[in-house]
Protein backbone atom coordinates (compact mmCIF):
# COMPACT_ATOMS: atom_id res chain seq x y z
CA UNK A 1 0.00 0.00 0.00
CA UNK A 2 1.52 3.37 -0.91
CA UNK A 3 1.74 5.90 1.51
CA UNK A 4 2.36 8.99 -0.23
CA UNK A 5 1.78 9.51 -4.26
CA UNK A 6 3.49 12.15 -6.28
CA UNK A 7 0.43 13.79 -7.62
CA UNK A 8 2.17 13.29 -11.96
CA UNK A 9 3.45 11.04 -13.94
CA UNK A 10 5.84 13.12 -15.58
CA UNK A 11 6.99 16.87 -16.40
CA UNK A 12 9.23 18.31 -18.82
CA UNK A 13 10.96 21.74 -18.50
CA UNK A 14 13.75 23.47 -19.82
CA UNK A 15 17.46 24.11 -18.43
CA UNK A 16 16.88 26.91 -16.00
CA UNK A 17 13.26 26.63 -15.21
CA UNK A 18 11.84 26.00 -12.04
CA UNK A 19 10.14 23.26 -11.57
CA UNK A 20 7.82 21.89 -8.60
CA UNK A 21 6.50 17.97 -7.91
CA UNK A 22 3.81 17.50 -5.48
CA UNK A 23 2.96 14.75 -3.46
CA UNK A 24 0.18 13.60 -1.12
CA UNK A 25 -0.19 11.59 1.47
CA UNK A 26 -2.77 9.45 3.36
CA UNK A 27 -1.73 9.01 7.04
CA UNK A 28 0.02 11.16 9.69
CA UNK A 29 3.73 10.40 9.10
CA UNK A 30 7.06 11.61 11.10
CA UNK A 31 8.88 12.17 8.20
CA UNK A 32 8.69 12.27 4.19
CA UNK A 33 11.52 12.00 2.49
CA UNK A 34 12.12 12.95 -1.48
CA UNK A 35 14.15 10.22 -3.61
CA UNK A 36 15.68 11.25 -6.93
CA UNK A 37 16.85 7.71 -9.29
CA UNK A 38 18.61 8.57 -12.48
CA UNK A 39 18.28 5.96 -15.12
CA UNK A 40 20.07 2.71 -14.01
CA UNK A 41 20.63 3.93 -10.92
CA UNK A 42 19.15 3.17 -7.37
CA UNK A 43 17.22 5.93 -5.96
CA UNK A 44 19.41 8.57 -3.41
CA UNK A 45 18.02 10.81 -0.98
CA UNK A 46 17.94 14.62 -1.13
CA UNK A 47 16.14 15.51 1.16
CA UNK A 48 14.18 14.10 4.54
CA UNK A 49 11.28 16.99 6.29
CA UNK A 50 9.83 15.71 9.92
CA UNK A 51 6.56 16.62 10.60
CA UNK A 52 7.37 19.43 12.84
CA UNK A 53 9.14 21.04 10.12
CA UNK A 54 7.63 23.61 7.30
CA UNK A 55 10.40 23.68 4.76
CA UNK A 56 14.10 22.49 4.46
CA UNK A 57 16.81 23.50 1.29
CA UNK A 58 19.33 21.70 0.01
CA UNK A 59 20.99 24.22 -2.48
CA UNK A 60 19.11 24.12 -5.36
CA UNK A 61 16.23 21.97 -3.61
CA UNK A 62 13.36 23.22 -1.51
CA UNK A 63 10.77 20.78 -0.13
CA UNK A 64 7.62 21.92 1.69
CA UNK A 65 5.43 19.64 4.13
CA UNK A 66 2.02 20.95 5.17
CA UNK A 67 0.54 18.37 7.50
CA UNK A 68 -3.25 20.11 7.39
CA UNK A 69 -3.37 19.25 3.59
CA UNK A 70 -0.81 16.11 4.11
CA UNK A 71 0.83 17.48 1.32
CA UNK A 72 4.33 17.65 0.19
CA UNK A 73 6.38 19.56 -2.86
CA UNK A 74 9.51 19.32 -4.13
CA UNK A 75 11.16 22.69 -5.95
CA UNK A 76 14.28 22.72 -8.07
CA UNK A 77 15.26 26.21 -9.06
CA UNK A 78 17.66 26.79 -11.95
CA UNK A 79 17.12 23.19 -13.37
CA UNK A 80 19.93 21.37 -15.18
CA UNK A 81 20.00 18.39 -17.82
CA UNK A 82 21.55 16.40 -14.91
CA UNK A 83 18.21 16.85 -12.86
CA UNK A 84 16.41 14.51 -15.61
CA UNK A 85 15.00 11.56 -13.38
CA UNK A 86 12.42 10.29 -11.51
CA UNK A 87 11.38 11.82 -8.24
CA UNK A 88 10.16 9.62 -5.16
CA UNK A 89 8.03 10.88 -2.25
CA UNK A 90 8.28 8.28 0.24
CA UNK A 91 7.25 7.73 3.99
CA UNK A 92 8.23 5.86 6.46
CA UNK A 93 6.17 3.05 8.14
CA UNK A 94 7.60 2.97 11.48
CA UNK A 95 10.12 0.34 12.16
CA UNK A 96 9.94 -1.29 9.17
CA UNK A 97 11.01 0.07 6.01
CA UNK A 98 10.32 3.02 3.40
CA UNK A 99 6.93 3.47 0.91
CA UNK A 100 8.01 4.52 -1.87
CA UNK A 101 4.97 6.42 -4.45
CA UNK A 102 5.10 5.54 -8.51
CA UNK A 103 7.16 8.60 -8.83
CA UNK A 104 7.27 11.81 -11.33
CA UNK A 105 9.29 12.09 -14.23
CA UNK A 106 11.08 15.34 -14.35
CA UNK A 107 12.64 15.45 -18.13
CA UNK A 108 15.14 18.68 -18.52
CA UNK A 109 16.02 19.48 -22.11
CA UNK A 110 18.73 22.27 -23.16
CA UNK B 1 30.75 7.42 0.63
CA UNK B 2 27.97 5.02 1.74
CA UNK B 3 28.26 1.69 -0.20
CA UNK B 4 26.17 -1.23 -1.71
CA UNK B 5 26.79 -3.40 -4.46
CA UNK B 6 25.09 -5.89 -6.15
CA UNK B 7 25.80 -9.00 -7.95
CA UNK B 8 25.07 -9.83 -10.97
CA UNK B 9 23.85 -6.63 -12.52
CA UNK B 10 22.33 -8.72 -15.33
CA UNK B 11 20.78 -12.43 -14.81
CA UNK B 12 18.55 -14.24 -17.55
CA UNK B 13 17.20 -17.62 -15.55
CA UNK B 14 14.79 -20.51 -17.00
CA UNK B 15 11.82 -20.92 -15.67
CA UNK B 16 11.94 -22.96 -12.70
CA UNK B 17 15.81 -22.58 -12.16
CA UNK B 18 17.42 -21.26 -8.40
CA UNK B 19 18.37 -17.67 -9.14
CA UNK B 20 20.06 -15.99 -5.80
CA UNK B 21 21.08 -12.32 -6.22
CA UNK B 22 23.53 -10.86 -3.61
CA UNK B 23 24.14 -7.72 -1.73
CA UNK B 24 26.84 -6.52 -0.04
CA UNK B 25 27.13 -3.00 2.05
CA UNK B 26 30.57 -1.44 3.81
CA UNK B 27 28.52 1.03 5.89
CA UNK B 28 28.05 -1.28 8.83
CA UNK B 29 24.59 -0.55 8.70
CA UNK B 30 22.14 -2.95 10.54
CA UNK B 31 19.62 -2.91 8.85
CA UNK B 32 19.22 -4.15 5.06
CA UNK B 33 16.69 -4.70 2.38
CA UNK B 34 15.21 -6.28 -1.05
CA UNK B 35 12.74 -3.99 -3.27
CA UNK B 36 11.86 -4.50 -6.83
CA UNK B 37 10.54 -2.14 -9.24
CA UNK B 38 8.07 -2.54 -12.05
CA UNK B 39 6.73 0.47 -14.18
CA UNK B 40 3.64 1.57 -12.33
CA UNK B 41 4.38 0.17 -9.24
CA UNK B 42 7.49 1.97 -7.36
CA UNK B 43 9.69 0.19 -5.56
CA UNK B 44 7.84 -2.72 -3.44
CA UNK B 45 9.43 -4.07 -0.45
CA UNK B 46 10.23 -8.13 -0.50
CA UNK B 47 12.12 -8.76 2.15
CA UNK B 48 14.47 -7.26 5.01
CA UNK B 49 16.60 -7.65 8.01
CA UNK B 50 17.85 -5.94 11.08
CA UNK B 51 21.05 -7.91 11.64
CA UNK B 52 22.84 -10.77 11.07
CA UNK B 53 20.77 -13.74 11.41
CA UNK B 54 17.68 -12.43 10.96
CA UNK B 55 14.93 -12.31 7.96
CA UNK B 56 11.50 -10.57 8.24
CA UNK B 57 8.94 -10.62 5.52
CA UNK B 58 7.77 -7.60 3.33
CA UNK B 59 5.23 -6.56 1.52
CA UNK B 60 5.42 -8.99 -1.35
CA UNK B 61 7.49 -12.07 -0.10
CA UNK B 62 5.77 -15.02 -2.17
CA UNK B 63 8.15 -16.95 -4.20
CA UNK B 64 11.16 -15.31 -2.81
CA UNK B 65 13.29 -16.36 0.71
CA UNK B 66 16.27 -14.37 2.14
CA UNK B 67 19.36 -14.63 4.18
CA UNK B 68 21.50 -12.38 6.00
CA UNK B 69 24.52 -14.48 7.08
CA UNK B 70 26.50 -11.60 8.00
CA UNK B 71 26.62 -7.89 8.85
CA UNK B 72 27.33 -6.66 5.63
CA UNK B 73 25.85 -9.51 3.16
CA UNK B 74 22.59 -10.14 2.27
CA UNK B 75 20.98 -12.54 -0.21
CA UNK B 76 17.83 -12.83 -2.20
CA UNK B 77 16.90 -16.51 -3.49
CA UNK B 78 14.33 -17.19 -5.87
CA UNK B 79 14.05 -21.07 -5.52
CA UNK B 80 11.68 -21.77 -8.26
CA UNK B 81 11.83 -18.67 -10.49
CA UNK B 82 9.01 -17.62 -13.01
CA UNK B 83 8.36 -14.89 -15.50
CA UNK B 84 6.18 -12.85 -13.11
CA UNK B 85 9.46 -12.05 -11.06
CA UNK B 86 11.02 -10.92 -13.82
CA UNK B 87 12.17 -6.80 -12.48
CA UNK B 88 14.70 -5.18 -11.15
CA UNK B 89 15.99 -5.46 -8.20
CA UNK B 90 17.28 -3.27 -5.71
CA UNK B 91 19.31 -3.92 -2.24
CA UNK B 92 19.59 -1.21 0.39
CA UNK B 93 21.16 -0.38 3.82
CA UNK B 94 20.05 1.71 6.37
CA UNK B 95 20.46 2.85 9.92
CA UNK B 96 18.17 3.48 12.73
CA UNK B 97 14.80 2.40 14.45
CA UNK B 98 13.52 2.85 11.08
CA UNK B 99 16.65 3.39 8.82
CA UNK B 100 15.37 7.39 8.11
CA UNK B 101 17.73 7.57 4.18
CA UNK B 102 18.79 4.21 3.02
CA UNK B 103 21.37 3.83 0.61
CA UNK B 104 20.67 2.04 -2.60
CA UNK B 105 23.14 -0.32 -4.61
CA UNK B 106 22.81 0.10 -8.43
CA UNK B 107 20.24 -2.83 -9.38
CA UNK B 108 19.89 -6.28 -10.97
CA UNK B 109 18.00 -6.73 -13.93
CA UNK B 110 16.52 -10.08 -13.76
CA UNK B 111 14.53 -11.61 -16.96
CA UNK B 112 12.84 -14.86 -16.39
CA UNK B 113 12.59 -16.86 -19.73
Known amino acids: ?110 | EAAVTQSPRNKVAVTGGKVTLSCNQTNNHNNMYWYRQDTGHGLRLIHYSYGAGSTEKGDIPDGYKASRPSQENFSLILELATPSQTSVYFCASGEGTGGWEQYFGPGTRLTVL
Open chain 1, 1 to 110: SQLAEENLWALSVHEGESVTVNCSYKTSITALQWYRQKSGEGPAQLILIRSNEREKRNGRLRATLDTSSQSSSLSITATRCEDTAVYFCVSYQGGRALIFGTGTTVSVSP
